[in-house]
């Protein structure tokens, strides 16, 4: 198997994989901080605005983009293609009023035009404000009055309207365009009579200290914040990524590496990992969905080598999987196969790396899968894994997931068919990834360790700081909030943790989360959920307890998980919730994940009662945020009589 082969190939790479080494600080024993060096050197001049020119003046015929056209064909775009498309919108924008300085916001579904867009704003001397495309009115009327963007490009006319409905009152509305109303051709049109070197002398007033983007974190306590992130903050991240991890892998597979961004580029992770791959030459193409039944089929057209996604979309690819099999009656064949895989890949992995670091001074631990587990494992390669490669494009070797910590298992067995997912652990304070699992040395369960020129730190209460040229330098309006999570250039992330002897991180939950029964037993409710989620037919889910004699949870259930579910059982599909809800079928269903969940934890930690609630957290009804993150305050409100009534 691939990713096998790319292990003990590993071996002859060390030069490559090794030239990080971490240094770790002890106290009383315990580590309590891991630095990294710098791979790239920060940036003394010049600007993420440069790249896609230094791409069209070093190599003007490399493909550094694919196109996705009417036909559904991709078309490559060469990097003096891009450069010139980038410089005919910045025209436009400066024609329209973009002065140096000023912020222009895109609200828009992940797509080609959103990354010209983002350099072009930049090549301009401007400041680009991400806006989620899933933004309600309210959301989007605080963004463009707290950044006070002058221009607006909405992805749809819908879009464009709720924009105006936003700005309506304000002294001074943002001009609006939109990409579905041919806002490219508008711009290039209106830029015409701007001359070349209005762009070459704006790029040239730009500095690495220049703010590049107000990136708004994701509001789930308050009133989003825009973090002011500098053109050296996305250089230090994008930079060193690449350096770290695209050497390796392209030594390691051969392969040309190529990815499809599905991510939304309203989210910091998004934007970095398209800056790293056009810094890189990269192929990058986009796809604007994340739901499974619209993504696949890019996938297998586009064929990338690499994906970088959330634990979400890990979850559904291996919840179709087992959908697909239970479909034809052999649900139990790859209930099977998912523990072989977790067996087997955790085996190997025992076996080639053990507790390996980038040090190269250890070795493999364990005796490696032996010959009955071998054999299974190959058969369900050719029964289960390799349909999991086909549905992913079949040229897919690795993965990086962030965003919330990805279910151990489920990495295993993904390790298992072929894919190595690599997590990281970052904030838009930190201009997305502050940890990343190091080349090669995957170790399932942690975040990794500190990304090039990066210092994790944790402080006495057990929080996650970070120190280095990604972390932002303030928040936008807002010194008083800067002033609560900067400290002598130390990030205080809110998060929990914990550093190993290796330096690897591994993220224990949220301080502001924390609950505390009656018993004075303090439980992080983000282990418990993150598990619950992985296991079907659970949606949404929010553990509760704070002040309670014991721990409880409040689930939903997946939509199309519940499709399913029903269809196999050849029940109604119209189904009532409420009926659904005393099924005993579906609510042992429902106990086996909650069982999952609390493997995870001592038993005064563990979920004693659940209750299956109506309806989804989302948006719409104010419970999730943009970025999908629960809003614990308002789901409680929501939910008060239900969780009275599981303590009654």
Not at 408 to 424: D, K, Q, S, T
Request: charged share 25%.
């Amino acid at each position: 198997m691939g990713v096998h082969k790319d292990l003990k190939r590993a071996k002859k790479h060390s030069d490559l994989a090794d030239r990080v080494p971490v240094e770790l600080v002890r106290e009383d024993g315990v580590v309590r901080e891991a630095r990294t060096a710098l791979l790239v050197r920060p940036s003394v001049s010049g600007s993420t605005a440069d790249i896609p020119y230094a791409n069209a003046a070093e190599a003007p015929e490399s493909v550094v983009l694919r196109r996705k056209g009417d036909d559904g064909r991709w078309r490559p775009v060469t990097a003096a293609e891009f450069a010139r498309q980038v410089t005919e919108t910045a025209k436009g924008l400066i024609e329209a009023g973009l002065e140096p300085g000023g912020r222009v916001a895109v609200m828009s579904r992940t797509r080609y035009e959103w990354t010209v867009l983002d350099f072009a704003v930049w090549a301009a001397g401007g400041q680009s404000v991400p806006i989620y495309a899933t933004s309600s009115a309210e959301q989007v009327a605080w963004i463009l009055r707290d950044s006070g963007a002058a221009q607006v490009v909405a992805e749809t006319p819908e879009h464009a309207e709720l924009v105006g409905e936003a700005a309506h009152g304000m002294d001074a509305p943002p001009r609006v365009w939109t990409l579905d109303g041919d806002a490219m051709v508008t711009l290039a049109t209106l830029g015409r009579e701007i001359p070349d070197e209005e762009i070459t002398a704006r790029r040239a007033a730009l500095t690495p200290d220049s703010v590049a983007t107000l990136c708004y974190t994701s509001g789930t306590t308050g009133k989003p914040k825009g973090c002011m992130l500098t053109h050296g903050n996305l250089h230090a991240e994008a930079s060193n990524t690449v350096e770290l991890l695209h050497p390796v892998f392209q030594a390691v597979t051969g392969q040309t590496a190529s990815t499809l961004l599905f991510l939304p580029l309203a989210h910091i992770l998004g934007r970095t990992i398209q800056i790293a791959c056009l810094m890189a030459r990269i192929e990058l193409g986009h796809c604007p969905s994340i739901k499974p039944d619209e993504l696949r089929p890019e996938l297998q057209r586009f064929r990338p080598t690499f994906l970088v996604g959330v634990p979400y979309f890990f979850e559904k690819i291996h919840d179709t999987g087992r959908a697909t099999a239970e479909k034809i009656g052999r649900g139990a064949s790859f209930e099977r196969a998912h523990r072989i895989g977790v067996r087997f890949a955790e085996a190997y992995l025992a076996k080639f790396l053990g507790t390996a670091t980038r040090t190269g001074t250890a070795k493999g631990t364990g005796r490696g899968p032996g010959p009955a587990l071998t054999a299974a494992w190959a058969l369900y390669d050719l029964l289960v894994y390799r349909r999991i490669r086909k549905e992913l494009g079949g040229r897919l070797r690795y993965a990086i997931s962030g965003g919330s910590p990805l279910d151990r298992e489920l990495n295993l067995f993904f390790c298992a068919a072929g894919i190595v997912i690599y997590e990281g652990y970052g904030l838009t304070e930190t201009t997305a990834a502050a940890t990343i699992i190091p080349p090669l040395a995957p170790r399932p369960g942690t975040v990794g360790q500190p990304v090039p020129g990066t210092a994790i730190r944790i402080a006495d209460d057990g929080e996650v700081l970070i120190k280095g040229g990604i972390v932002f330098d303030s928040y936008w309006n807002n010194p008083a909030a800067t002033g609560d999570v900067l400290h002598d250039g130390w990030f205080a992330t809110g998060d929990l943790g914990a550093l190993d002897d290796d330096g690897y991180l591994t993220i224990t939950g949220r301080k502001k989360d924390i609950l505390v029964t009656s018993g004075g037993k303090n439980v992080s409710p983000a282990v418990l959920e993150d598990r619950l989620r992985s296991r079907p037919p659970v949606g949404q889910c929010v553990v509760v307890g704070d002040s309670r004699p014991y721990v409880a949870a409040l689930i939903t259930l997946e939509p199309e998980a519940m499709e399913h579910w029903l269809a196999v059982r050849k029940r109604p599909t119209g189904t009532a919730l409420a009926e659904l809800c005393e099924d005993p079928e579906l609510i042992a269903d429902v106990q086996r994940a909650v069982d999952h969940a609390n493997a995870a934890v001592s038993r005064a930690e563990s979920i004693r009662r659940f209750a299956i609630v109506p309806g989804e957290f989302n948006e719409e009804n104010g419970l999730l945020t943009p970025s999908l993150k629960i809003k614990r305050h308002a789901v409680a409100a929501a939910y008060a009589k239900e969780i009275d009534t599981l303590y009654a």
